[in-house]
C-alpha cells in the first residue's frame, strides 16, 4: 500500500513548525530581505526555516527506465547553548515515489532512511570564518527497496566565508554502519561544495554538489545543482521559493543518468 504522503508532509511540517515556535532566543538578526536570503544558503545560521524539497530523477538503472519523485523535508532548528554557541539540528526525512524495473515489481513508494545531523557552531567573528562539527546519525525506515534498513553514525563538518554577496563553502560527513537488518554494510562519504551569490534584493543563484563516494562499492555518485531561489512573502509568511536543474556527472550504473529537476519552497521564521 502506498503511504499517505500529503498526511506525513502535514505532521512533519506542523511539528518543525510548532518547535520552532518554542525555539530560545538566538543571537541578535538583521531582518532585511538580503541578510535573509544569505542566512538561507548558510547551513549553520540561527535562523528557523522549514524546506521542501521536490526533486525528480529518470533514466535510472542499466536499461535507463527508472524513475524516481522524492520529497526532502528538511526542517533547520538552532538552539541557543550560550551566547557565545548554538548547537543546528538538520534533519532530512525522505519521501519516495520510484519506478525501478530491476526492483521488486518495478514500483515502489515510502519512507527513505532518516538523516540527523547536529552542528555544534560558536558565534563567529564579524566578517569571520563560520563552522561547525558534530555527530551525523543515519535512522533506518525498512522500506524495501528504498531503505538501506542499516543504522549509520559518524561525523559532519560545514566551514564557510560569507563576503558581500559571495558565500562559499563545503558541508561534509561521513556514515558507518553500526547496526541494522540490511545485508551490505556502509561507508560513505558525503562532499557538498557550494556557491552562492545574493543580490541586495534577495535572489540567490547558487551551485553544490552533494557528490557522494560507496567506499565499499567503490563507485561515486556526483549530481551538480545549478539553482535560483527568491526570498518573498506570502501574506505575513516569509518564504523562499526556487528552483533549478542537476546533472549526474558520475553514477554508478543502477543509479541516476542525465538531467534531473528540483523545486524548492521554504518557510522562514527569523526572530522577531
Known amino acids: 500500500m502506498k503511504p499517505q504522503i500529503s498526511s506525513l508532509q502535514v505532521t512533519f511540517a506542523t511539528l518543525a513548525i510548532a518547535t520552532a515556535l518554542a525555539a530560545p532566543p538566538l543571537f541578535a538578526q538583521e531582518t532585511s530581505d538580503e541578510h535573509l536570503a544569505k542566512q538561507l544558503v548558510n547551513p549553520v545560521a540561527p535562523l528557523v526555516s522549514v524546506p521542501f524539497q521536490f526533486n525528480w530523477d529518470h533514466n535510472i538503472g542499466p536499461t535507463r527506465d527508472g524513475r524516481k519523485f522524492y520529497l526532502n523535508f528538511q526542517p533547520v532548528i538552532p538552539i541557543k547553548v550560550s551566547d557565545d554557541l548554538n548547537v543546528v539540528s538538520r534533519t532530512i526525512?525522505?519521501?519516495v515515489d520510484q519506478h525501478v524495473s530491476f526492483l521488486g515489481d518495478g514500483s515502489q513508494s515510502g519512507i527513505g532512511d532518516i538523516t540527523q545531523s547536529f552542528f555544534f557552531t560558536p558565534r563567529p567573528k564579524p566578517g569571520g570564518i563560520i563552522w561547525g562539527v558534530g555527530p551525523v546519525v543515519l535512522i533506518p525506515s525498512d522500506t524495501d527497496f528504498i531503505s538501506a534498513k542499516k543504522w549509520g553514525l559518524g561525523p559532519t563538518a560545514v566551514v564557510l566565508k560569507q563576503e558581500r554577496t559571495w558565500t562559499y563553502g563545503a558541508l561534509a560527513n561521513h556514515i558507518w554502519s553500526v547496526g541494522g537488518s540490511g545485508p551490505q554494510d556502509l561507508s560513505n562519504t558525503l562532499l557538498q561544495p557550494f556557491l552562492n551569490y545574493t543580490t541586495k534584493d534577495a535572489w540567490t543563484f547558487g551551485i553544490n554538489t552533494e557528490s557522494v563516494y560507496d567506499w565499499k562499492q567503490s563507485r561515486w555518485t556526483m549530481p551538480?545543482?545549478?539553482?535560483?531561489?527568491?526570498?518573498?512573502?506570502?501574506?505575513?509568511?516569509?518564504?523562499s521559493i526556487g528552483g533549478g536543474l542537476r546533472y549526474y556527472a558520475d553514477s554508478p550504473e543502477t543509479g541516476s543518468h542525465g538531467w534531473g529537476v528540483r523545486f524548492v519552497v521554504t518557510f522562514v521564521f527569523p526572530k522577531k
Request: proline share 5%; glycine share 6%; hydrophobic share 45%.
Open 224 to 239: 551538480i545543482n545549478a539553482t535560483v531561489a527568491k526570498l518573498t512573502s506570502i501574506g505575513t509568511q516569509r518564504v
Open 93 to 95: 526525512v525522505p519521501i
